[in-house]
């Protein structure tokens, strides 16, 4: 990648034009608040206000993933970040609701980071009864699955957070349970931790169909990136593609910038494949 996508980030340079065009280069995914009394998150916009930009933004993103290799889609699909809080958890949902209430087929939501988990947060769920009690104890999925007033949709919280999370990711009852799971859905959404934080990551990216890497603008270090894509390489996971959050403004040539080619659609260079990148 180029230098200049290290520079515009830590220098947190301004953007070139604050004028809201319509993007042909790549799209802001800033989160806008809505509230009702679902219980699911304002910044979960897919499910609040569907028919936003914002919200296409996402259901880009969605069709960009058919679109990676569509004669077999990938449908086990792990989103992950280099560090912590660049919102792995957040565009997972938004994801998954949008893929839930469009696609018209079943979507399971996973929350793998079982150090840290935040999925149950943002649909207004109870985080106990999930992935751990499976792994664990042994207990059958249809007693934990949860169901959300998101249509289509169902989620496997975390459960309580359990001491050996990477032995427990790292298990062959893991390895069989994500097997289940996209023998069980259509597609399958996993939240992950951060991959140079907690080696989870590179465990379940190597059991997953494909690996989503969330870049947040100003934010991302370019080494940092750099690192992720090693450790997510060496531990033979595929990277599929990459998603920019935090974007206040439409910035002609910045995606070209981060060293990204475009691969998929009107607004591919939001989510290019990682062969490009
Ligand atoms: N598309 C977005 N645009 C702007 N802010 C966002 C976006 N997505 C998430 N955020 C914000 O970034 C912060 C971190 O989000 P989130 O919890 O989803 O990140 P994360 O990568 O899952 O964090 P962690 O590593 O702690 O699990 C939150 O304050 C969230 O509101
Ligand atoms: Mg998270």
Redesign the pocket.
């Known amino acids: 990648m180029p230098e200049n996508l290290l520079t515009s980030i830590r220098e947190k340079k301004a953007p070139e034009t604050k004028k809201k065009e319509k993007p042909d280069g790549f799209l802001?995914?800033?989160?806008a608040y809505a509230k009702d009394d679902s219980g699911i998150d304002a910044?979960i916009v897919t499910y609040h206000s569907p028919k936003t930009p914002?919200s296409e933004q996402y259901r880009m993103i969605r069709t960009n993933l058919q679109r990676v290799n569509p004669e077999n889609p990938p449908r086990l699909i792990a989103l992950s970040?280099s560090?912590?809080?660049?919102?792995?958890?957040?565009?997972?949902?938004?994801l998954a609701v949008a893929m839930a209430h469009d696609l018209n087929k079943n979507i399971l939501l996973v929350d793998c980071?079982l150090r840290?988990p935040?999925v149950h947060n943002?649909l207004g769920l109870r985080m106990e009864g999930g992935m751990s009690d499976i792994l664990t104890r042994g207990v059958e999925l249809d007693a934990v699955f949860k169901k959300t007033r998101a249509e289509n949709l169902t989620v496997l919280t975390s459960g309580k957070i359990p001491s050996n999370p990477s032995e427990l990711l790292g298990s062959h009852r893991m390895r069989d349970l994500l097997v289940e799971l996209k023998n069980r859905f259509d597609y399958v959404i996993v939240?992950t931790?951060?991959v140079l934080?907690i080696t989870d990551t590179g465990i379940l990216g190597a059991l997953v169909d494909g690996v989503v890497v969330?870049v947040?603008?100003w934010r991302t270090q370019r080494e940092a990136l750099d690192r992720a894509r090693s450790f997510l390489s060496n531990a033979h996971a595929n990277i599929i593609g990459y998603i920019l959050?935090?974007?206040e403004y439409f910035v002609p040539g910045y995606l070209a910038n981060y060293g990204y080619h475009y691969g998929y659609g009107q607004y591919h260079g939001y989510y290019a494949h990682s062969e490009e990148v």
């Open positions: 802001a995914t800033s989160i910044r914002i970040s560090l912590h809080r660049e919102g792995k958890t957040t565009t997972s949902v938004n980071d840290k935040n943002l939240d931790p951060p934080a969330v947040q603008t959050t935090g974007v």
